[in-house]
Protein backbone atom coordinates (compact mmCIF):
# COMPACT_ATOMS: atom_id res chain seq x y z
CA UNK A 1 0.00 0.00 0.00
CA UNK A 2 0.73 3.59 -0.81
CA UNK A 3 3.09 5.20 2.28
CA UNK A 4 3.45 8.45 3.08
CA UNK A 5 6.09 10.04 5.08
CA UNK A 6 6.13 13.51 7.20
CA UNK A 7 9.01 14.23 9.67
CA UNK A 8 7.40 14.26 13.57
CA UNK A 9 8.45 18.08 14.27
CA UNK A 10 8.87 21.35 12.93
CA UNK A 11 9.82 24.34 14.85
CA UNK A 12 10.07 27.94 13.98
CA UNK A 13 10.10 31.10 15.44
CA UNK A 14 6.78 33.84 15.03
CA UNK A 15 7.41 35.15 11.57
CA UNK A 16 9.53 32.46 10.44
CA UNK A 17 8.80 30.35 7.47
CA UNK A 18 7.51 26.97 8.27
CA UNK A 19 7.88 23.99 5.72
CA UNK A 20 6.34 20.58 5.88
CA UNK A 21 7.67 17.63 3.49
CA UNK A 22 5.58 15.35 2.10
CA UNK A 23 7.25 12.25 0.89
CA UNK A 24 5.77 9.21 -1.02
CA UNK A 25 6.56 7.41 -4.72
CA UNK A 26 6.16 9.56 -7.69
CA UNK A 27 3.64 11.62 -5.00
CA UNK A 28 3.70 14.47 -8.31
CA UNK A 29 1.76 12.56 -10.22
CA UNK A 30 -0.98 12.42 -7.51
CA UNK A 31 -2.99 15.57 -6.07
CA UNK A 32 -2.09 16.33 -2.37
CA UNK A 33 -4.21 17.67 0.30
CA UNK A 34 -2.80 19.31 3.69
CA UNK A 35 -4.56 19.28 7.18
CA UNK A 36 -4.33 21.51 10.42
CA UNK A 37 -5.44 19.74 13.63
CA UNK A 38 -4.88 21.65 16.86
CA UNK A 39 -5.58 19.81 19.62
CA UNK A 40 -8.90 18.73 20.27
CA UNK A 41 -10.36 19.84 17.57
CA UNK A 42 -11.58 18.38 13.59
CA UNK A 43 -8.87 18.77 10.98
CA UNK A 44 -9.31 21.54 8.94
CA UNK A 45 -8.44 21.74 5.26
CA UNK A 46 -5.63 24.40 4.46
CA UNK A 47 -4.84 23.19 1.04
CA UNK A 48 -5.94 21.36 -1.92
CA UNK A 49 -5.06 19.85 -5.48
CA UNK A 50 -0.96 20.30 -4.38
CA UNK A 51 -1.51 24.40 -3.74
CA UNK A 52 -5.03 25.56 -3.64
CA UNK A 53 -6.52 27.25 -0.85
CA UNK A 54 -10.18 26.70 0.31
CA UNK A 55 -11.93 29.94 1.37
CA UNK A 56 -11.18 31.40 4.51
CA UNK A 57 -7.65 30.10 4.57
CA UNK A 58 -4.48 32.81 4.42
CA UNK A 59 -2.13 33.50 1.77
CA UNK A 60 0.20 32.26 3.92
CA UNK A 61 -0.48 28.98 2.76
CA UNK A 62 0.85 27.59 0.12
CA UNK A 63 2.07 24.10 -1.11
CA UNK A 64 3.89 22.83 -4.28
CA UNK A 65 3.98 19.17 -5.61
CA UNK A 66 7.04 18.01 -7.70
CA UNK A 67 8.94 14.74 -7.76
CA UNK A 68 9.01 12.66 -4.73
CA UNK A 69 8.23 15.43 -2.46
CA UNK A 70 5.02 17.54 -1.74
CA UNK A 71 5.60 20.49 0.80
CA UNK A 72 3.53 23.04 2.62
CA UNK A 73 5.15 26.24 3.45
CA UNK A 74 3.66 28.46 6.04
CA UNK A 75 4.87 32.18 5.67
CA UNK A 76 5.12 34.65 8.69
CA UNK A 77 4.55 32.11 11.52
CA UNK A 78 2.18 33.01 14.25
CA UNK A 79 1.28 31.58 17.26
CA UNK A 80 -1.66 30.42 16.47
CA UNK A 81 -0.60 28.28 13.38
CA UNK A 82 0.53 25.76 16.26
CA UNK A 83 -1.01 22.68 15.24
CA UNK A 84 -0.21 19.01 13.36
CA UNK A 85 -0.09 19.21 9.88
CA UNK A 86 -1.05 16.17 7.87
CA UNK A 87 -0.74 15.81 4.04
CA UNK A 88 -3.01 12.97 2.02
CA UNK A 89 -3.82 11.83 -1.06
CA UNK A 90 -5.92 9.38 -3.09
CA UNK A 91 -4.48 6.09 -4.27
CA UNK A 92 -5.46 3.69 -6.59
CA UNK A 93 -2.24 2.25 -7.62
CA UNK A 94 -2.62 -1.00 -5.34
CA UNK A 95 -5.92 -1.80 -6.67
CA UNK A 96 -7.72 -0.91 -3.73
CA UNK A 97 -8.60 2.59 -4.02
CA UNK A 98 -7.80 4.25 -0.57
CA UNK A 99 -7.11 7.67 1.40
CA UNK A 100 -3.92 7.86 2.68
CA UNK A 101 -2.73 10.10 5.84
CA UNK A 102 0.78 11.05 6.55
CA UNK A 103 1.54 10.43 9.33
CA UNK A 104 1.82 14.36 10.77
CA UNK A 105 4.32 17.34 11.88
CA UNK A 106 3.81 19.09 14.74
CA UNK A 107 4.71 22.44 14.30
CA UNK A 108 5.93 24.60 17.67
CA UNK A 109 6.21 28.45 17.64
CA UNK B 1 -24.58 26.93 8.10
CA UNK B 2 -22.56 23.87 6.67
CA UNK B 3 -22.71 21.31 9.08
CA UNK B 4 -21.84 17.61 9.73
CA UNK B 5 -22.87 15.99 13.23
CA UNK B 6 -21.97 12.75 14.29
CA UNK B 7 -23.67 10.90 17.31
CA UNK B 8 -24.27 6.89 18.15
CA UNK B 9 -20.55 6.40 19.89
CA UNK B 10 -19.60 5.44 23.43
CA UNK B 11 -18.59 2.41 25.48
CA UNK B 12 -18.37 -0.78 24.42
CA UNK B 13 -17.20 -4.42 25.00
CA UNK B 14 -14.63 -5.71 22.75
CA UNK B 15 -16.63 -8.24 20.32
CA UNK B 16 -19.34 -5.61 20.29
CA UNK B 17 -20.73 -3.62 17.32
CA UNK B 18 -21.55 0.08 17.24
CA UNK B 19 -23.57 2.30 14.83
CA UNK B 20 -22.17 5.66 14.07
CA UNK B 21 -24.55 8.26 12.73
CA UNK B 22 -23.65 11.56 10.88
CA UNK B 23 -25.96 14.55 9.88
CA UNK B 24 -25.78 16.38 7.15
CA UNK B 25 -27.24 19.98 6.94
CA UNK B 26 -26.92 23.16 5.21
CA UNK B 27 -25.31 22.07 1.63
CA UNK B 28 -27.01 19.71 -1.04
CA UNK B 29 -25.65 15.92 0.84
CA UNK B 30 -26.59 14.21 -2.42
CA UNK B 31 -23.73 16.15 -4.43
CA UNK B 32 -21.00 14.77 -2.16
CA UNK B 33 -19.14 11.86 -1.04
CA UNK B 34 -18.46 10.88 2.52
CA UNK B 35 -15.64 9.59 4.51
CA UNK B 36 -15.43 8.44 7.68
CA UNK B 37 -11.77 9.02 9.66
CA UNK B 38 -10.44 7.86 12.35
CA UNK B 39 -7.99 9.20 15.20
CA UNK B 40 -6.86 6.70 18.26
CA UNK B 41 -5.70 8.59 21.32
CA UNK B 42 -2.49 10.23 20.83
CA UNK B 43 -2.70 9.53 17.20
CA UNK B 44 -2.43 10.74 13.80
CA UNK B 45 -5.30 10.31 11.13
CA UNK B 46 -6.80 7.15 9.82
CA UNK B 47 -9.14 6.90 7.11
CA UNK B 48 -11.24 3.92 7.20
CA UNK B 49 -14.19 4.41 4.89
CA UNK B 50 -15.84 6.02 1.47
CA UNK B 51 -19.06 6.34 -0.13
CA UNK B 52 -19.56 8.05 -3.71
CA UNK B 53 -21.87 10.85 -3.70
CA UNK B 54 -25.09 8.12 -5.58
CA UNK B 55 -23.59 5.32 -3.18
CA UNK B 56 -22.74 2.86 -5.62
CA UNK B 57 -19.46 2.89 -4.69
CA UNK B 58 -17.83 2.46 -1.69
CA UNK B 59 -14.09 1.61 -0.18
CA UNK B 60 -13.06 0.46 3.27
CA UNK B 61 -9.54 0.63 4.56
CA UNK B 62 -7.99 -3.00 4.61
CA UNK B 63 -7.32 -2.91 7.90
CA UNK B 64 -11.06 -2.72 8.83
CA UNK B 65 -12.27 -5.07 5.66
CA UNK B 66 -15.17 -7.60 6.91
CA UNK B 67 -16.28 -5.46 9.83
CA UNK B 68 -17.55 -2.39 9.30
CA UNK B 69 -19.99 -1.49 6.68
CA UNK B 70 -20.89 2.33 4.89
CA UNK B 71 -23.96 3.36 4.30
CA UNK B 72 -25.54 6.60 3.39
CA UNK B 73 -29.22 7.86 3.14
CA UNK B 74 -31.29 11.19 2.13
CA UNK B 75 -29.07 13.10 4.98
CA UNK B 76 -27.32 10.88 7.33
CA UNK B 77 -23.96 8.47 6.23
CA UNK B 78 -23.38 5.62 8.89
CA UNK B 79 -20.74 3.23 9.79
CA UNK B 80 -21.85 0.00 10.90
CA UNK B 81 -18.81 -1.34 12.71
CA UNK B 82 -18.72 -5.00 14.24
CA UNK B 83 -16.27 -7.10 16.36
CA UNK B 84 -14.89 -4.21 17.68
CA UNK B 85 -11.70 -4.62 18.80
CA UNK B 86 -9.59 -2.28 22.21
CA UNK B 87 -7.65 -1.04 19.12
CA UNK B 88 -10.71 1.02 17.56
CA UNK B 89 -10.79 2.91 20.42
CA UNK B 90 -10.99 6.71 18.84
CA UNK B 91 -12.15 9.49 18.36
CA UNK B 92 -14.40 8.92 14.57
CA UNK B 93 -15.16 11.78 12.18
CA UNK B 94 -16.98 12.05 8.95
CA UNK B 95 -16.40 14.26 6.27
CA UNK B 96 -17.83 15.24 3.00
CA UNK B 97 -15.44 15.33 -0.35
CA UNK B 98 -16.40 16.89 -3.61
CA UNK B 99 -16.63 14.63 -5.96
CA UNK B 100 -13.04 13.48 -7.34
CA UNK B 101 -9.71 13.36 -5.85
CA UNK B 102 -8.98 16.67 -6.70
CA UNK B 103 -10.95 18.42 -3.80
CA UNK B 104 -10.12 17.06 -0.39
CA UNK B 105 -12.05 16.81 2.60
CA UNK B 106 -13.56 20.58 3.09
CA UNK B 107 -15.83 19.95 5.97
CA UNK B 108 -15.63 17.85 9.22
CA UNK B 109 -17.68 17.04 12.05
CA UNK B 110 -16.98 17.67 15.27
CA UNK B 111 -16.46 13.94 15.86
CA UNK B 112 -17.35 10.47 17.94
CA UNK B 113 -15.77 8.72 20.71
CA UNK B 114 -15.55 5.22 20.59
CA UNK B 115 -14.40 3.17 23.99
CA UNK B 116 -13.80 -0.36 23.52
CA UNK B 117 -12.83 -2.25 26.24
CA UNK B 118 -11.48 -6.00 26.95
Known amino acids: SYVLSQPPSVSVAPGETAKFTCGGNNIGTKSVHWYQQKPGRAPVLVNYYNSERPAGIPERFSGSNSGSTATLTISRVEAGDEADYYC?????????????FGGGTKLTV | EVQLVESGGGWVQSGGSLRLSCTAS????????MNWVRQAPGKGLEWISY??????SMYNAKSLMGRIIISRDNANVYLQMNSLRVDDTAVYYC?????????????WGQGTTVIVSS
Open chain 2, 26 to 33: GFPFSGFS
Open chain 2, 51 to 56: ISSSGS
Open chain 2, 95 to 107: ARQRIGEYYGMDV
Open chain 1, 88 to 100: QVWDRSSGHPSWV
